[in-house]
């Protein structure tokens, strides 16, 4: 219960603050269908390959996401988990500012956050 309400809390605040700023919902809304993590997806909005740095800046911001590339049938992923034991509607709040700030800001566009990493 507290995972979909995390996810639900994620989705709302990414949806009011990140607005505009080429990031789509690639997560069903239905909790049956969910689980406890939201993907999304950058919309033609973000320059090509962005979704990898902007998974690299919110790690240097201490928020821990997740990359999975696309491929010629399906978009980058940026992926975000929610374990209930773990985090609190805090968390979800300050994760959900700084992925606001990186992709208002463009602070994703830094070189340092486009260096492929081994594990993303």
Known sequence: TKSLALTDLFI???E???QG???GLATPREHAARGSQVCLTPT???PA???YAI???LIARGVIGDFRAGDAQQPDILRFGFTPLYLSFDN???AAQALAEVVRTREYAQARFHHKQAVT
């Open 21 to 23: 700023y080429g990031l």
């Open 55 to 57: 998974v690299q800046a």
């Open 49 to 51: 390959g962005s979704a």
């Open 44 to 46: 033609d909005a973000l």
């Open 92 to 94: 979800v709040l300050g």
């Open 12 to 14: 709302q605040l990414v």
């Open 16 to 18: 009011e603050r990140c």
